[in-house]
């Protein structure tokens, strides 16, 4: 119990030191061991993404690139560079990178890719992928992080003055507004409206006043219901969420391809490898209808299983957020909590018909390097918070 | 610190808070959709992924008793196209027309159906067809497995095997009653396809096949009894009819024929007439034939003994205000006589005797009034009304019908000894592998007793030998049977002018009978009588039958009768229903001695026509009348006498004679006494003096007392 004191009065510290590399969780002065739980279920949960890219994009790797492996082979590969980040980013004492000097430049890097992509020519019809050869890269996955590091910094140093609309609430949605803009722009309004929920997450959190917060609905109302009325195929998606068995075969097609595969999963699902949706009745199998395989072939147990797989993530996600010793480590692990939970329920509400369509990946499992990686280095930096125990 | 971090935690309650209604609302969706919806959505799903594609099942085999192949399926070839895989529609659409014999637009407009993932193009294409088809080597194409019903021997027992559909669904016969049992279990091969259409995948959900059924039919007797029945038929230009030949013993049918018939292997062109099983649909009013329940019970019953003489009131005699009369007259008669001459008013006083109920029991239990649950489908139980109901001719066969089966049956409770056996066609059933799944034996009733049975036996030889039924013999066999006559019912309350039934029901060899046959014949043209038209068919079918079987002719004479080819000896017989008095040989020698006093011929048949040797029909009708008008010669009675002394008789009256055998004459035909015309040839059998067999009294040919009175006749 004597490394738990010690554990209290580092971390009221200033001058603490950050170890690195440290191999027993306990053993160092300012550490508990880490999360196992929340270990084990970043761990299973990118396992059992792999085995369900392979399932989902066997048929479509086969018939577009000769090998049935094509897409798990990069997944691996993905997994293996998101799970060196994740261990590196446990180890990395997550107060490190508490400085402006490191977050504002990355910030900037961010801004400077988002407004770089979109001159970039078009990948599928929009502007998300910056192609280095074989590489591609999101820079909206780079904007999550930088979006929750600025937040939890700027507002860990204003704490104080939370209250002043100009001196919190304003800047932090400019900066906000300017890079969901951007994101919007590309246009990817899934990633967008995550990165909005997580701004008023972080926000929330931070006791900024309820009243500021609403400010900001009030251009958004208006813009959202302008966005719906003067771009038809907006108003068409809300109306093929209402009734998607309507247009069936025309607008609503991936979604219904989606209900009839999870429906057919019934309680046990079809079994492993042998759904048959994935046959090109369903839109991207592997990434964004990812959920959809999944329901078809293990059935309700392995949807709720998934299901509850992210509910304990964000169980011990918050549980780290409380813990954590400052107001940026809170931040930070409800920013990244949120952001990994949101975009894992958004995505399978989607696929569920409860939320209109919107492509964003389901974290951990859907094929995509960018977004795997970003997501084990997401849950690294959560693990590492959960190091640290502050009241 | 503490005022920053107890404040947060209440909003991050909020947060968790609106997760978890997140994390409820998906398992609830969840839930729905995968429990509630699933069988709806799978069901969506089946139908855009799957097609399904039914596996016909082998059906089981058909054999007959000797495990001949009577029915059995093959493998054809079915074809069907993928609509989306075919480019060319309207280029393959003709061609594929002209090979399969399609309507071309109709076939176009399948090949383009892109709705659907497959259809059927023809099915059960010939190897002929399939080589067309293949030669065109064309895209989109496949073929499907399917079986085809063969019905080997054509139309040889169609109406026992039915036939099927082109599911291969039996439709009537044994094919219909055992469907379920030999039709086996359907597989299906179901394709998956992927989104565009293609197949994916294939599963075959293998087919099971069915049992095989082993008949207790006999294919070559059956091929016998049929062409008897046809030859017969077509002689009387009749509407049709039908033969049932069964075992008395066990009840195992050997035969079962109706006409006219059909082609199992195509029914299309067949009409409903064709396709009806007349020993087992069709009841019909069997007439005298159904005088043996009469007189079966009287005997059981110990109300008449075979030389019990019966008062026949000169051939009629009114009961209830309906007048019922004989062919000819006679004063009295005995039982066997009256049986022989086939009295109807005997058999009505014997029925007076019995009393209705008694007689209703006896019906009942000789099976009449009830399906024989033979294994066909659409059996008849004929008509039998409530004794309260009934008219007087019950027990001369009239006001009742009886399918040819149930005739067959209660025949054989007499042939047997008087145990009524459930007549039945299916000896085993099989499985593919072979084992026994079921071997039917059939359920039995006593009906009289042995000793009746024997009593009745040789009263129905008389019948043969002496009485109605001449045309019955059979070369080196002894039979015993029963005709019957019945006016055809206009279906009110009268009967129909000149449509008459025409019937025999007999079993041979007598001492030991292997063989019940009942034949019937529906609507004769010319003859009518049942000793005309029906009994040479039984004679036919069932000599066949017996040298099928092996069965030992009753004397050495007759199998040389047999291997020297001569098959039939039929004679000019007197007709049937005639009122040709005979005798019973021991005890009314008083009678018979009386009656030999007149021998006049036998003129009043004129409108009955002889109808002897179906080989010579032509001869015959004319013969028909000459017969009594012209030159008659009478037979001299050759039993007992050496060859030369015969030939020296024969050759004084203007006579041939053809001789068959060693030692001295046992057996003549024409039998002695009667009148013939030149062209006949007498023929002898001749019997080394020990190789007689039989005791004399049973034997039909002699005493020669007998048929020395046999053209006695119309004294009274």
Same mark, same amino acid.
């Given at each position: 119990m004597a490394t738990y004191a010690g554990t209290k009065n580092n971390s009221q510290r200033d001058g603490w030191q950050p170890t690195l590399w440290q191999s027993g969780g306990a053993s160092k002065s300012n550490g508990l061991p880490i999360d196992k739980i929340m270990l084990a279920v970043v761990l299973g949960l990118t396992l059992f993404g792999l085995v369900m890219v392979y399932s989902a994009s066997a048929m479509l790797a086969e018939r577009n690139f000769g090998t049935q492996f094509y897409f798990l082979l990069r997944q691996s590969?993905? !997994?293996?560079?998101?799970?060196?980040?994740?261990?590196? !980013?446990?180890?990395?004492?997550? @107060?490190?990178?508490?400085?402006?000097?490191?977050?504002?430049?990355?910030?900037?890097?961010?801004?400077?890719?988002?407004?770089?992509?979109?001159?970039?020519?078009?990948? *599928? *019809?929009?502007?998300?992928?910056? @192609?280095?050869?074989?590489?591609?890269?999101?820079?909206?996955?780079?904007?999550?992080?930088?979006?929750?590091? #600025?937040?939890?910094? #700027?507002?860990? *140093? @204003?704490?104080?003055?939370? *209250?002043?609309?100009? @001196?919190?609430?304003?800047?932090? !949605?400019?900066?906000?507004?300017?890079?969901?803009?951007?994101?919007? !722009?590309?246009?990817?309004?899934?990633?967008?409206?995550?990165?909005?929920i997580v701004f008023a997450g972080m926000l929330f959190h931070a006791q900024v006043p309820l009243r500021h917060l609403a400010t900001i609905a009030l251009p958004l109302v208006p813009a959202l219901l302008g966005m719906l009325v003067f771009v038809p195929w907006r108003l068409q998606r809300l109306i093929d969420f209402v009734d998607p068995w309507k247009n069936q075969q025309t607008s609503s097609y991936q979604v219904v391809q989606s209900l009839i595969a999870i429906g057919s999963g019934g309680l046990n699902g079809v079994g492993f490898a042998e759904g048959k949706q994935k046959l090109f009745y369903l839109p991207s199998p592997h990434t964004d209808f990812i959920f959809a395989v999944i329901g078809e072939e293990l059935g309700l147990i392995g949807a709720i299983t998934l299901v509850i797989l992210f509910g304990l993530l964000a169980w011990r996600g918050f549980k780290a957020a409380r813990y954590a010793p400052d107001l940026f480590g809170q931040l930070v692990a409800i920013g990244l909590t949120v952001m990994i939970i949101a975009q894992a329920f958004f995505n399978i509400s989607v696929a569920l018909s409860l939320l209109p369509a919107k492509g964003i990946p389901l974290p951990f499992i859907s094929a995509g390097g960018s977004s795997l990686a970003l997501s084990l280095f997401a849950s690294g930096v959560l693990l590492n918070i959960s190091k640290h125990e502050g009241s | 610190m503490p005022s920053k971090s107890k404040t947060p935690k209440n909003r991050l309650r909020i947060i968790q808070l609106l997760i978890i209604v997140w994390l409820l609302a998906i398992c609830a969706r969840l839930v729905w959709l995968q429990v509630k919806e699933y069988p709806n959505l799978s069901a969506r799903a089946e139908r855009q992924q799957q097609a399904s594609i039914p596996l016909t099942p082998m059906r089981g085999v058909i054999y007959d008793r000797n495990g001949n192949e009577l029915a059995r399926s093959s493998e054809v070839k079915s074809l069907y196209a993928y609509p989306n895989q075919i480019t060319d529609a309207q280029l393959i659409a003709p061609r594929l027309a002209k090979i399969l014999d399609l309507d071309k637009d109709e076939l176009l407009k399948r090949l383009k159906a892109s709705d659907k993932v497959c259809v059927a193009i023809k099915r059960k294409l010939s190897d002929q067809e399939v080589a067309q088809v293949d030669a065109l080597n064309l895209q989109g194409l496949r073929y499907v497995n399917e079986m085809k019903r063969q019905y080997l021997n054509g139309t040889t027992a169609a109406h026992v095997l039915g036939f099927v559909d082109v599911?291969?669904?039996?439709?009537?016969?044994?094919?219909?009653?055992?469907?379920?049992?030999?039709?086996?279990?359907?597989?299906?091969?179901?394709? =998956?396809?992927?989104?565009?259409?293609?197949?994916?995948?294939?599963?075959?959900?293998?087919?099971?096949?069915?049992?095989?059924?082993?008949?207790?039919?006999?294919?070559?007797?059956?091929?016998?009894? +049929?062409?008897?029945?046809?030859?017969?038929i077509r002689r009387s230009n009749a509407r049709g009819g039908t033969l049932v030949m069964m075992k008395p013993a066990t009840g195992e049918i050997l035969a079962l024929a109706s006409y006219p018939t059909f082609d199992p292997n195509d029914v299309s062109d067949s009409t409903d007439l064709q396709k009806r099983n007349r020993a087992i649909?069709?009841?019909?009013?069997?007439?005298?034939?159904?005088?043996?329940?009469?007189?079966?019970?009287? $005997? +059981?019953?110990?109300?008449?003994?075979?030389? =019990?003489?019966?008062?026949?009131?000169?051939? =009629?005699?009114?009961?209830?205000?309906?007048?019922?009369?004989?062919?000819?007259?006679?004063?009295?008669?005995?039982?066997?006589?009256? $049986?022989?001459?086939? /009295?109807?008013?005997?058999?009505?006083?014997? &029925?007076?005797?019995?009393?209705? +109920?008694?007689?209703?029991?006896?019906?009942?239990?000789?099976?009449?009034?009830?399906?024989?649950?033979?294994?066909?489908?659409?059996?008849?139980?004929?008509?039998?009304?409530?004794?309260?109901?009934?008219?007087?001719?019950?027990?001369?066969?009239?006001?009742?019908?009886?399918?040819? %089966?149930?005739?067959?049956?209660?025949? /054989?409770?007499?042939?047997?000894? &008087?145990?009524?056996?459930?007549?039945?066609?299916?000896?085993?059933?099989? /499985?593919?592998?072979?084992?026994?799944?079921?071997?039917?034996?059939?359920?039995?009733?006593?009906?009289?007793?042995?000793?009746?049975?024997? =009593?009745?036996?040789?009263?129905?030889? &008389?019948?043969? %030998?002496?009485?109605?039924?001449?045309?019955?013999?059979?070369?080196?066999y002894r039979a015993a049977g029963k005709t019957g006559t019945s006016k055809k019912a206009n279906g009110k309350h009268g009967y129909m002018a000149g449509k008459y039934v025409a019937s025999f029901a007999g079993f041979a060899p007598v001492e030991n009978p292997e063989i019940v046959c009942i034949v019937s014949i529906d609507e004769p043209v010319g003859a009518y009588f049942g000793g005309d038209v029906a009994a040479p068919i039984f004679a036919q079918a069932v000599s066949h039958a017996l040298q099928i079987m092996g069965v030992a002719p009753e004397n050495a004479v007759e199998s040389s009768f047999v291997a020297g080819g001569v098959k039939t000896f039929e004679v000019p017989q007197l007709v049937d229903e005639r009122p040709l008095l005979s005798q019973t040989p021991a005890a009314n020698q008083g009678v018979a001695q009386a009656a030999k006093a007149s021998s006049a011929p036998p003129t009043p048949n004129a409108e009955a026509p002889a109808n002897h040797n179906p080989n010579r029909e032509a001869d015959d009708k004319e013969a028909q009348n000459v017969h009594q008008a012209s030159g008659e010669i009478l037979v001299p009675d050759l039993n007992g006498r050496g060859i030369r002394e015969a030939l020296a008789l024969c050759a004084s009256r203007g006579l041939k004679l053809q001789a068959n055998g060693e030692g001295i004459v046992s057996g003549q035909s024409p039998p002695p006494g009667t009148y013939v015309t030149k062209e006949v040839i007498c023929r002898v059998r001749l019997v080394r003096t020990m190789q007689k067999k039989s005791p004399p009294a049973r034997d039909p040919k002699k005493p020669p007392a007998a048929h020395a009175q046999a053209t006695a006749t119309r004294a009274q």
């Open positions: 590969g993905w !997994a293996f560079v998101g799970l060196l980040a994740m261990t590196i !980013a446990m180890r990395i004492d997550y @107060r490190h990178y508490k400085r402006s000097t490191i977050i504002l430049p990355v910030l900037y890097f961010t801004v400077v890719l988002l407004v770089v992509v979109l001159f970039l020519p078009k990948v *599928n *019809n929009t502007h998300r992928w910056i @192609r280095f050869g074989a590489l591609s890269l999101q820079p909206s996955e780079i904007a999550k992080l930088a979006l929750v590091a #600025f937040l939890a910094l #700027f507002l860990e *140093n @204003r704490s104080h003055e939370v *209250n002043v609309f100009k @001196r919190v609430f304003l800047p932090t !949605a400019i900066i906000a507004i300017l890079v969901i803009g951007l994101i919007g !722009a590309e246009p990817d309004f899934g990633t967008a409206l995550i990165l909005f | 599911d291969e669904k039996g439709l009537s016969g044994l094919e219909r009653y055992f469907d379920q049992t030999i039709r086996g279990q359907e597989g299906k091969m179901t394709v =998956t396809f992927d989104a565009l259409k293609k197949p994916f995948d294939h599963e075959i959900e293998k087919s099971v096949q069915g049992a095989n059924i082993h008949l207790t039919l006999d294919a070559t007797i059956q091929h016998y009894a +049929e062409k008897a029945l046809r030859e017969g649909e069709t009841a019909f009013e069997p007439g005298s034939i159904f005088k043996i329940v009469a007189y079966s019970a009287a $005997l +059981e019953e110990k109300l008449i003994t075979p030389n =019990t003489l019966i008062n026949c009131g000169n051939g =009629t005699i009114t009961i209830n205000g309906q007048k019922i009369q004989d062919t000819h007259p006679h004063s009295s008669l005995t039982a066997t006589q009256a $049986l022989a001459q086939s /009295s109807n008013v005997a058999a009505i006083i014997i &029925g007076q005797k019995l009393g209705y +109920e008694r007689l209703a029991q006896y019906i009942e239990r000789f099976g009449f009034g009830q399906r024989t649950k033979i294994e066909l489908p659409a059996e008849s139980r004929g008509i039998l009304t409530n004794v309260k109901h009934w008219t007087p001719t019950i027990p001369i066969g009239y006001g009742i019908s009886v399918t040819a %089966v149930q005739a067959a049956a209660a025949f /054989s409770c007499i042939a047997n000894g &008087g145990t009524w056996v459930q007549p039945h066609l299916v000896k085993q059933i099989t /499985s593919t592998y072979g084992e026994i799944i079921s071997e039917p034996q059939g359920e039995r009733h006593r009906v009289i007793s042995p000793d009746t049975a024997a =009593t009745l036996t040789s009263m129905l030889e &008389g019948v043969v %030998v002496r009485g109605t039924a001449k045309a019955a013999k059979i070369e080196g």
